[in-house]
T-cell receptor
Framework: GQNIDQPTEMTATEGAIVQINCTYQ??????LFWYQQHAGEAPTFLSY????GLEEKGRFSSFLSRSKGYSYLLLKELQMKDSASYLC???????????FGTGTLLAVQP | DTAVSQTPKYLVTQMGNDKSIKCEQNLGHDTMYWYKQDSKKFLKIMFSYNNKELIINETVPNRFSPKSPDKAHLNLHINSLELGDSAVYFC????????????FGPGTRLLVL
């Protein structure tokens, strides 16, 4: 089976750092994606990890530990526009099937 | 400039009707997908096509039928619409099947009354 868990909601302050965790259990693991989704809009790609370690891309970084079934998304220097849902998704096997978590709704406060 | 486009953006219809949603991508990708996002914002894969061949067919009522006339287009036809079909339907595309990033269209907001 497959199971992906993320916190439902988080709140952080403008300028701060926030870490959004994702744990997963799945067979045929083929990589982990993070997407950002603003209310009423489409999910947009943020990051992809297939090997263990940290991937950094500007203010956003993503970490993966395959042995622990764990990933996190780190957002630095938070801005108000970062208020959105952050979706963790695991890619399974050769079909590129994405299994999404329920998403973490991040509210950035002044 | 639009990468993945869907029509219509909004669709309001009565129970029992048949409706279609269209998706087009101009990225030159080989693989296209349909997802359903319910009221709790949970995004779930429905179908995928690679070079017009059905690859993923999740447990979806057979009232839903995808059609891919060519690899740039993937349409979704829904027969006998039910209240529970109300959701946002997203189309996506990726270059291929190997660990490829999926790019999403703007979504079609379907409301069944």
């Amino acid at each position: 089976g497959q199971n992906i868990d993320q916190p439902t909601e988080m709140t952080a302050t403008e300028g701060a750092i926030v870490q959004i965790n994702c744990t997963y259990q799945t067979s045929g693991f083929n990589g982990l994606f993070w997407y950002q989704q603003h209310a009423g809009e489409a999910p947009t790609f943020l990051s992809y990890n297939v090997l263990d370690g940290l991937e950094e891309k500007g203010r956003f970084s993503s970490f993966l530990s395959r042995s622990k079934g764990y990933s996190y998304l780190l957002l630095k220097e938070l801005q108000m526009k970062d208020s959105a849902s952050y979706l963790c998704a695991v890619s399974r096997s050769a079909t590129n099937k994405l299994i999404f978590g329920t998403g973490t709704l991040l509210a950035v406060q002044p | 400039d639009t990468a993945v486009s869907q029509t219509p953006k909004y669709l309001v219809t009565q129970m029992g009707n048949d409706k279609s949603i269209k998706c087009e991508q101009n990225l030159g990708h080989d693989t296209m997908y349909w997802y359903k996002q319910d009221s709790k914002k949970f995004l779930k894969i429905m179908f995928s096509y690679n070079n017009k061949e059905l690859i993923i067919n999740e447990t979806v009522p057979n009232r839903f039928s995808p059609k891919s006339p060519d690899k740039a287009h993937l349409n979704l036809h829904i027969n006998s619409l039910e209240l529970g079909d109300s959701a946002v339907y997203f189309c996506a595309s990726s270059q291929g099947l190997a660990q490829e990033t999926q790019y999403f269209g703007p979504g079609t907001r379907l409301l069944v009354l």
